[in-house]
């Protein structure tokens, strides 16, 4: 599992379950077994989906 605030690339598993615990946000990927996986490079930021679920997004480092 990677966490908040961790550097990733496109590709990287993010999280391995079993059913729809953590639903795919922005830049996200879902496979056929559920994992999620990051689609672009970025920092993973976990945000609630709805009141009782979460989702994770990945969002592209900002340009300083």
Do not use: C, W
């Not at 953590?22 to 930021?45: C, E, Q, R, W």
């Amino acid at each position: 599992k990677r966490y908040a605030g961790q550097q990733v690339n496109a590709g990287t598993i993010l999280v391995r379950q079993r059913g729809t615990r953590i639903y795919p946000g922005s830049n996200v990927g879902m496979g056929k077994d559920h994992t999620l996986f990051a689609l672009i490079n970025g920092t993973v930021k976990y945000e609630p989906a709805t009141k009782d679920k979460r989702k994770v997004s990945v969002y592209a480092e900002q340009a300083k």
